[in-house]
């Protein structure tokens, strides 16, 4: 029989069951064993974490169609009715199992569709998610949301669980027989109230949200830079970058950084000296290892230096000198277009750096991981002092 009854699951609510089991429990083993490897294995852990959210929207469509099915279906009566606090724990437990089995994928695919690249979804329907914007600090929260409300979901695993083996075990009735094999048990007749147990469910719920969103996130550092003495004053401006991370683009930048610009409009020549915060460089959710001296080893080497004279270049300008990076000075240029007007200076430019070039990411030896090639791109608007 396909349909439940008052007394037996039927067969399509036990395939729901057991399929979502496997879901769940082979998805906790990929995020946990994702989450423990070191960071040296970084395409090992990118695959799994891959896997991990694919499983995650597997799971969110499929407890989707669970709950359809169950609100469609009679749910078969308590076996004990007269154990009313075994009973309303048991059915609380149900309740934080569906409303778990939504929100944990949900939270983990919205703090993805706010995070630029990292470990991408294999799966047919994109990156992304309607109205999700990208933000570091939604992907934040929503990590935090996803991780607590995961332990909820892996606690009341275990009290489903410890509960199923009691039945089978110690009472030795027929609780498990009704999901395993389909069998009939229990007396036809209605079941309880659900207030008590949805509103213990409501509860547990509530609070490891509100323990999540309580959590002090990691902030932003303030900038610190003094501003340089400049000719022409940076009124606003980016400083960007992007890099290739299994084979998706991440988009990255700097908040904290100054300028020194000279420059006279007749000749097209000037110098740039440019100052630049590594504390302040964010990357999405692997902003610290990107700090870290694995990469910019920001802690050792605080500040980056970029010094070049201008001069014109074809239609348009370049800056041509130095970036001292790590404990390293190399060549850079800089091609840029500039349009001054009224007295403001607006440019754009841009240039490709080989992240090898200044020792970072010696760990990380395949492009396919993360990409050697960086693709910087400058803007600003500055008005002559």
Sequence with gaps: MYRNTPRSYGAVARAFHWATALVILGNIGLGLLAHRLPMDQLALKFTLFSLHKTLGVAAFALGAARIVWALSQPRPVPLHPERRA??????????????????????????????????????????????????????????????????????????????????????????????????????????????????????????????????????????????????????????????????????????????????????????????????????????????GPDFLDAEATPVALFEADIRPEGEGYIAEGSLSLRGETLPVALPFDLVIEDGIARMQGATVLDRRDWGMGAAYPDDGTVGFEVALEVSLTAARD
């Design 86 to 291: 075994e009973t309303a724990l048991a059915e609380a437990v149900h309740w934080v199992l569906y409303a778990s089995l939504m929100l944990v994928p949900l939270t983990g695919w919205i703090e993805h569709a706010a995070t630029e690249g990292y470990a991408p979804i294999l799966w047919p329907l994109g990156q992304g998610l309607p109205m999700v914007p990208k933000s570091p600090e939604l992907a934040l929260t929503m990590a935090a949301l996803h991780k607590t409300l995961a332990w909820v979901l892996m606690g009341a695993v275990a009290l489903h669980v410890a509960g199923a083996l009691k039945h089978a075990l110690i009472d030795r009735d027929h609780v498990l027989a009704r999901m395993v094999t389909g069998r009939a048990a229990g007396r036809d007749a209605p079941g309880g109230g659900h207030a008590l147990p949805v509103l213990i469910a409501l509860a547990v719920l509530g609070a490891g949200a509100g323990w999540a969103l309580n959590v002090p996130q990691p902030q932003n550092p303030v900038a610190s830079l003094q501003a340089q003495a400049s000719e022409w004053q940076v009124q606003e401006g980016d400083l960007a970058f992007s890099v290739r991370q299994m084979g998706a683009p991440v988009r990255g930048g700097f908040s904290d950084w100054t300028a020194s610009i000279s420059f006279d409009p007749d000749s097209g020549t000037g110098a740039v000296s440019v100052s630049i915060n590594l504390q302040s460089a964010t990357l999405g959710t692997v902003t610290d290892q990107l700090r």
